[in-house]
């Protein structure tokens, strides 16, 4: 468990850097973004027969970044309308 916790934050890390621009994502919405990455990786893996969920293989490592990113910039653009909703109240 705490292996997939430290996966779940290098994998989110990693989305951070090849995500363009700056998130203003904090160490924790960081880390449930790698781990959401790291689940969908895995289930896709486990999905073409190439690994299980929890086992560590190169496909499911690279799914997982680009889910990541996609989590990644979705979490910032929804922050972001959030924000410029609230502030033309």
């Given at each position: 468990?705490i ?15 090849f995500t ?7 160490l ?9 990455g ?27 970044v680009?889910?990541s ?14 924000k ?6």
């Open positions: 468990m292996g997939f916790i430290v996966a779940g934050l290098i994998i989110g890390a990693l989305a951070r850097l363009p621009g700056k998130q203003k994502l904090g924790l919405a960081t880390l449930l973004l790698g781990l959401a790291s689940v969908i990786g895995g289930t896709i893996a486990g999905i073409l027969g190439t690994g299980g969920i929890f086992e560590l293989n190169v496909l499911g490592f690279v799914v997982a680009i889910s990113v996609l989590l990644v910039g979705t979490a910032e653009s929804l922050s972001a309308r959030r410029h909703s609230i502030s033309q109240r």
